[in-house]
């Protein structure tokens, strides 16, 4: 069975950074493109980064662009997603996203990741 096991949240300080990590399990990670979503309470899922199998190519939401960066190691199964200079928006339930041979732009939609982690909670205080 799939699992996607995410770490790494936590509450932290505006201003402050944070790296998000999570681990795959039970699926061939080089077929997959990742992506890191997040939910604010009363909020609908959105996206914030992805990075296609090979790691060529990523994407970013507008409101963490020059801030966040996703990387993945093929050879640990494993996408980090590093958080600076956080800000108090970036408040969320973070998520850990995979989907076979995804592209641009379905890579923007939650609808095209077939498995998601349990989510790992970012708090960001001032």
């Known amino acids: 069975q799939v699992q996607l096991v995410e770490s790494g949240g936590g509450l932290v300080q505006a201003g402050d950074s944070l790296r998000l990590s999570c681990v795959a399990s039970?699926?061939?990670?080089?077929?997959?493109?990742m992506a890191w979503f997040r939910q604010a309470p009363g909020k609908e899922r959105e996206i914030v980064a992805s990075?296609?199998?090979?790691?060529?190519?990523?994407y970013y939401a507008a409101s963490v662009n020059g801030r966040f960066t996703i990387s993945r190691e093929n050879a640990k199964n494993t996408v980090y997603l590093q958080m600076n200079r956080v800000e108090l928006e970036d408040t969320a339930e973070y998520y850990c996203?995979?989907?076979?041979?995804?592209?641009?732009?379905?890579?923007?939609?939650?609808?095209?990741?077939?498995?998601w982690g349990q989510g790992t909670q970012v708090t960001v205080s001032s």
């Open positions: 996203a995979a989907g076979a041979f995804v592209a641009y732009p379905r890579l923007l939609s939650a609808t095209s990741y077939s498995y």
């Open positions: 039970y699926l061939t990670f080089n077929d997959y493109t």
């Open positions: 990075i296609i199998r090979t790691g060529g190519a990523t």
